[in-house]
């Protein structure tokens, strides 16, 4: 099984302030045939179920602020949030969608500080 | 709207049986492979198992397999689990997920807790 390592597993931020999440995997998630790195971002808020903010490393889903930032190849991730606001306090999540079994990180607390 | 409401969680003694169901709503159901993942509290989330779009293709986690089965009837736009030989570790918030292409998870229901314990 390939292996998600978040860094950090939580972070106290002001609002205003750009936060970086950062996301390696015990293998390669780039795709030989073509060239996409298969790792997604989640956000889940207190109480509430994950919501999908990003696939293919880069990929912005629908409707997702452009404050979200996916970037990264291989083994090496992060989600980068622009100018936090206070409703992005939640947990983050990374998951790779290369194999099955597919794997989560084991999440990133975004925290007002 | 894409809705996915699931049911049939509560408090089940270890190595009973429960089954989950999701409804789905607001899309073509058939058209979409759908998964579950769980959480165990305070926990991160866990794939669990996926079915094809057709119901031809199962996949599982290892800790799950030969005790779960998914499922699903197109016609009533339902997914399942049957969850068979249930251990305190399945103790967790379980969640339909619908699963796009590549696959990602883009539509979640709200979660129904399965607590295993005697």
């Known amino acids: 099984d390939i292996v998600m390592t978040q860094s950090p597993s939580s972070l106290a931020v002001s609002a205003g302030e750009t936060v970086t999440i950062n996301c390696k995997s015990s293998?390669?998630?780039?795709?030989?045939?073509?060239?996409?790195?298969?790792l997604a971002w989640y956000q889940q808020k207190p109480g509430q179920s994950p919501k999908l903010l990003i696939y293919?490393?880069?990929t912005r889903e629908s409707g997702v602020p452009d404050r979200f930032i996916g970037s990264g190849s291989g083994t090496d991730f992060t989600l980068t949030i622009s100018s936090v606001q206070a409703e992005d306090l939640a947990d983050y999540y990374c998951?790779?969608?290369?194999?099955?079994?597919?794997?989560f990180g084991a999440g990133t607390k975004l925290e007002l500080k | 709207e894409v809705q996915l409401v699931e049911s049939g969680g509560g408090l089940v003694q270890p190595g009973r049986s429960m089954k989950l169901s999701c409804a789905a709503s607001?899309?073509?159901?058939?058209?979409?492979?759908m998964a579950w993942v769980c959480q165990a509290p305070k926990k991160g989330l866990e794939w669990v198992a996926t079915?094809?779009?057709?119901?031809?293709?199962?996949y599982y986690r290892d800790s799950v397999k030969g005790r779960f089965t998914i499922s699903r009837d197109n016609a009533k736009s339902t997914l399942y689990l049957q969850m068979d030989s249930l251990r305190s570790e399945d103790t967790a918030t379980y969640y339909c997920?619908?699963?796009?292409?590549?696959?990602?998870?883009?539509?979640w229901g709200q979660g129904v807790m399965v607590t295993v314990s005697s």
């Open positions: 997920a619908r699963q796009r292409l590549h696959p990602v998870f883009d539509y």
């Open positions: 607001g899309f073509t159901f058939n058209n979409y492979d």
């Open positions: 079915i094809s779009y057709d119901g031809s293709s199962t």
């Open positions: 293998q390669s998630l780039l795709s030989s045939g073509n060239q996409k790195n298969y």
């Open positions: 293919l490393a880069s």
């Open positions: 998951q790779q969608h290369y194999s099955y079994p597919n794997t």
